[in-house]
């Protein structure tokens, strides 16, 4: 089956679409409740993408064999659907999460998902389930693509059979009123080493920070923060942020090197900055240099940014050599992320074109 005959044939199995609300109260703990549908497309070398589904959300048939138990070609994307003052749905840069689901896919050696297939399936699952989309302030349903290896076999190669499918969780705000963030420096654990998958959006990058995250616990800090594999020196991203640093007048953001995730909002907030007068540099930034600059008073505020939590400002940085203190919150993290919800939300004009309908989608 060719990918527009896929496109055109979502088969909706046994779909129940409720007319009621789903969601009445504030949303659950994030990730933990999930919306009655799921949508799954099969690939298979020989067939190309076919089999395209919505159906209820529930377990999924795999051999214990699956390549994806074994060999971790797995990929996913996370990415939010918010409802607009006139009760529409809207989506902010989908495209720009189905070509960075791509890139993820060559560097796993996984099939490509079309970017209309992505966009289809999701626009797919929000019709069914639109029920599930909040209506409280900062509240959202966070979107969840993932590409699974599914052939079964033992053997050091890529698969020739995957499951790609779309699930779908709602989550309450991430308030700007929190409590900054302290944040460990690991010296010990890297995310990433040059030539690796730290581009990429793999689980592995996730479960290989989880034993850094919990040496930053036990120092007392919320976050980790990761540092270069070769010399432990240069600051890169925390375990699934990447880092602003704010000087007078202008940004400061690692740069993108192969081992960082080139996260959709921080290219937002780069343009976004840029747009209100801020100079915006990409450059490396050293360890050494944010102690420096947060102990001199130089450094004016450090936020960090995700789909997820959006801004998040960071007030200390701990090191084994001691805590550095950082103003927070700052104007300039609170100004780049009330433009950004504003725009996410359909109440602030958006000059770039991010934002997309349901009906968009369905027409890609």
């Known amino acids: 089956m060719t990918v527009d005959e896929s496109l055109a044939r979502f ?14 109260a504030a949303p659950p703990a ?61 989506l902010f840069r989908p495209e720009a999460h189905a070509r960075r689901f791509q ?19 999701i626009a797919e699952l929000l019709e069914v389930d639109r029920g599930w989309l909040p209506g409280g302030v900062e509240t959202s349903l966070y979107l ?30 991430v308030s700007p009123g929190s409590k900054p963030l302290t944040v460990w420096a690991s010296e ?16 592995g990058n996730y479960a290989g920070a989880h034993l850094a995250q919990a040496e930053a616990a036990r120092a007392g800090c919320d976050q980790v923060v990761f540092l270069d594999s070769g010399h432990h020196q240069f600051v890169e991203e925390m375990a699934g942020m990447n880092l602003f640093f704010g000087y007078e007048g202008h940004l400061v953001t690692p740069t993108l ?9 921080r290219d937002s907030i780069i343009w976004l900055a840029r747009d209100a007068g801020l ?27 995700g789909t997820a939590a959006t801004v998040a400002q960071i ?6 050599a001691g805590d550095f203190p950082v103003t927070a919150p700052g104007p300039m993290g609170a100004a780049l992320r009330g433009r950004l919800l504003g725009i996410q939300y359909g109440r602030l004009p958006d000059p770039c074109g991010w934002t997309r309908r349901i009906g968009q989608l369905a027409a890609t």
């Open 103 to 121: 890139e993820s896919a060559r560097r796993l050696s996984m099939p490509v998902v079309p970017a209309g297939l992505f966009l289809r399936a």
């Open 11 to 24: 088969d909706r199995h046994l779909v129940t679409v409720s007319t009621e609300p789903a969601v009445t």
């Open 144 to 173: 969840r693509p993932y590409l699974v290896a599914t052939e079964a076999f033992l053997g050091v190669r890529p698969a020739r059979e995957y499951l790609f499918a779309v699930i779908a969780t709602p989550v309450g705000p």
């Open 30 to 90: 994030f990730g933990t409740v999930f919306t009655d549908h799921m949508v799954t497309v099969r690939y298979h070398e020989q067939k190309g993408w076919h089999d395209a589904r919505v159906e209820p959300f529930g377990p999924i048939p795999m051999s214990p064999a699956a390549a994806v138990l074994h060999y971790g070609q797995e990929i996913f994307e996370g990415l939010k659907a918010y409802r607009s003052a006139d009760g529409d749905c809207l």
């Open 257 to 265: 090197t192969g081992t960082i995730l080139p996260g959709v909002t």
């Open 188 to 203: 010990t654990y890297s995310r990433a080493g040059a030539g690796g998958t730290g581009a990429a959006k793999c689980g």
């Open 315 to 320: 007030g200390m940085l701990r090191t084994a």
């Open 279 to 305: 100079d915006v540099v990409e450059r490396p930034i050293a360890l050494a240099e944010w102690q420096a600059d947060a102990a001199s008073g130089k450094l004016r505020e450090v936020f960090a940014c």
